[in-house]
């Protein structure tokens, strides 16, 4: 950490998911942010065109796995610091 404080060594960008959601404590790699991502958007548009679900569900799956991710930091956190 301190490398990255003294400008020994640039962080690395992270992906826009992380940024958007304001992870700190998970490290989520770009394939993993796109599976997360536009796998919940692909999965949610293909149970509608199935007509397994409502259409409303193209948007609630997405945003729903996004609350999953930042519980899971929180968690992750919380963790780090009592445990």
Do not use: Q
């Not at 997360?36 to 149970?47: K, R």
């Amino acid at each position: 950490m301190s490398e990255y404080r003294h400008g020994r060594v640039s962080r690395p960008r992270r992906p826009w998911y992380s940024r958007a959601l304001g992870i700190r404590h998970l490290y989520l790699s770009n394939v993993m942010c796109v599976l997360l991502f536009e796998g919940s958007v692909a999965l949610a548009v293909l149970m509608a065109l199935t007509e397994l679900v409502s259409w409303w569900v193209v948007l609630i799956l997405p945003l729903a796995v996004a609350a999953m991710v930042k519980l899971n930091d929180f968690v992750a956190g919380a963790l780090n610091r009592h445990g």
